[in-house]
């Protein structure tokens, strides 16, 4: 029985090898044959059509708003994670829930939140967009690109100064240096290398935006063009093909410059071992209140009231007639949801975010127990399949679509043995799509089943196996049980992005098809935005109902 659980574990693992092998790297590697020129005769045309002016001015804007992201979410966050880990603010727990509260909702839905609440035409507060920031304009760009990422500056530098000894702060204490003092010379340069990780991956992301600056850009003056809106318009066809994939090579090369800075930021940072100790609070007496204030005060302007103010957008009745109650109502939700390629397009994403769920989460549980209960060259294979998983992951959405389309446009066949031909035909179907969503998601399943796997202790199935079940009736009847709750929280936590997705789903869609961002951006230019705020209002009750399902399935205890 062990035996043969052996082997279903190996081929199993073969398969999965090689089927990511397939969807993974083989688009990565056409793709990056299509810039050399490849199959044909090699040529450097792609790369060339890089400095052109159009596309010079396309990465001179994305690199400005993405450069204005990464300040935005440093300025803010960076104070706040030291604040919030380190001193007793007042209310600190409900602050940094709330500082997280943006990783909920995707960047394009707080874009539409922004003009809610500050656009100077329609905002319910138009005040700062007259005399602070323009909302449609690179700075109110990057502001928007710098809250939706700030919980991966604020999350990623607590975390860090949480696992630094406290022993460290003592020592110098001891010698005489005060607690602030401590704190500056001891913590913050240990800290410095996960801060600057940290940055990187905004900047890296705020590159790769597409909603935020196609909904706030175009309609600046002049227009904000960046880098993904130039791939969406240049895969149309034709000679601007060419500037696809160079942009994309261009994207993707930032992408791996933020997956590899962590690594080599880490290198030669002390780590101390032993019992690790809580480092001490610092007092802050009578500036507690004023400072606990002025972080209130900030998540308050740039995380509630957003939010709040697209809510209230989505209720209000006539626009520009005030807020009062005669003028808040349903119409436009009951209105918005009962058009046709509304509910045609809500389900299409269902579809697609529940298979995609469910095919992740069934392949994260494969992969990630056959890599634990095996060795040698079945462990290293299928190590290789997560690396792959978390590469697709670090790419940007764009540069994942362009390599589907190029991979897949035209049939693939095989032929076997001279005699059976399969042959598979992706090019415009939703199957491409919902390919692409597995292969940009995969790596949320795998870290979710790691997770919860640690959880469990191997005695458990030790015990089941010694009163006699085998290898794989003891995972089904001990294992499988008790990841229950975790499965179904990682479903959700993969279904949330792939229902409200948008880049990809501009790229890949099928004719004659879409899905709900999509619809959105479609039904605030060119129909009802009115109707559109009542739509993008809807997304982010939703979004923030699956962030606290996931929440409440995460604390639900093992049984």
């Given at each position: ?90 209310g600190a727990g409900a602050l940094g829930a709330l500082c997280a509260l943006p990783l909920a909702i995707p960047p394009y839905l707080l874009a539409f939140a922004f003009r809610a609440a500050f656009d100077d035409r329609i905002g319910l507060i138009p ?433």
């Amino acid at each position: 029985m062990k035996k043969a659980a052996a082997t279903l574990i190996t081929i199993a693992g073969g398969v999965v090898v090689v089927v990511a092998v397939l969807v993974v790297l083989l688009p990565l590697v056409v793709l990056f044959g299509a810039v050399l020129g490849l199959p044909a005769s090699p040529s450097l045309e792609a790369l060339r059509g890089i400095v052109s002016s159009a596309n010079l001015a396309a990465l001179r804007q994305t690199l400005m708003v993405a450069s204005g992201g990464a300040l935005v979410a440093a300025l803010v966050g960076l104070p706040l994670a030291v604040l919030l880990e380190r001193t007793r603010l007042v209310g600190a727990g409900a602050l940094g829930a709330l500082c997280a509260l943006p990783l909920a909702i995707p960047p394009y839905l707080l874009a539409f939140a922004f003009r809610a609440a500050f656009d100077d035409r329609i905002g319910l507060i138009p005040w700062p967009a007259r005399v602070i920031v323009d909302v449609d304009s690179a700075a109110g760009i990057a502001v928007v690109l710098g809250v939706s990422l700030l919980p991966v500056v604020v999350l990623r530098v607590r975390a860090t100064l949480r696992a630094i000894d406290g022993a460290l702060e003592e020592a110098a204490r001891t010698a005489g240096a005060s607690a602030m003092r401590a704190l500056l010379d001891v913590t913050v340069p240990l800290a410095l290398p996960s801060a600057a990780a940290s940055i990187a991956l905004v900047f890296v992301a705020g590159a790769a935006a597409y909603g935020v600056p196609v909904l706030l850009g175009l309609n600046a003056d002049p227009p904000i063009v960046v880098v993904t809106a130039r791939i969406a318009v240049a895969l149309q066809g034709g000679a601007a093909l060419q500037d696809a994939l160079g942009l994309s090579v261009a994207l993707a090369g930032l992408a791996g410059v933020a997956f590899t800075l962590p690594l080599l930021l880490g290198r030669g940072a002390a780590v101390v071992t032993g019992k690790a100790q809580r480092p001490t609070r610092l007092e802050l007496g009578a500036a507690r209140w004023p400072l606990s204030l002025l972080c209130w005060a900030v998540a308050a302007v740039l995380i509630v009231c957003p939010i709040v103010a697209l809510l209230l957008q989505g209720l209000t009745l006539r626009a520009g007639d005030g807020l009062h109650p005669a003028n808040l109502g349903l119409h436009h939700i009951v209105d918005v949801l009962g058009r046709s390629e509304v509910r045609a397009a809500a389900a299409t994403s269902a579809t697609l975010a529940a298979a995609a769920a469910v095919i992740i989460v069934a392949l994260a549980v494969v992969v990630v127990v056959a890599r634990r209960r095996s060795s040698g060259r079945a462990a290293r294979s299928l190590r290789l399949v997560t690396g792959l998983m978390e590469l697709a992951y670090a790419l940007p959405g764009t540069v994942v679509a362009v390599a589907m389309v190029l991979t897949f446009s035209q049939q693939l066949r095989l032929i076997v043995l001279e005699r059976v031909t399969f042959t598979l035909a992706l090019g415009g179907t939703t199957a491409l799509l919902l390919l692409a969503y597995v292969v940009k998601e995969a790596a949320l399943g795998f870290r979710a089943v790691d997770e919860a796997l640690d959880q469990l202790h191997p005695s458990l199935e030790e015990a089941a196996r010694i009163a006699g079940a085998g290898p794989l009736r003891a995972f089904l009847d001990v294992t499988l049980p008790l990841l229950r709750a975790h499965l179904v929280a990682a479903a959700v936590a993969v279904a949330l992005p792939c229902f409200t997705e948008l880049t990809m789903s501009v790229l890949l869609q099928a004719p004659g098809t879409s899905t709900l961002g999509v619809v959105l951006f479609s039904l605030y230019e060119y129909g009802d935005p009115q109707e559109a705020m009542a739509l993008a209002a809807t997304l982010v009750v939703v979004a923030l109902l699956g962030q606290a399902a996931i929440q409440a399935l995460a604390r639900r205890p093992q049984r």
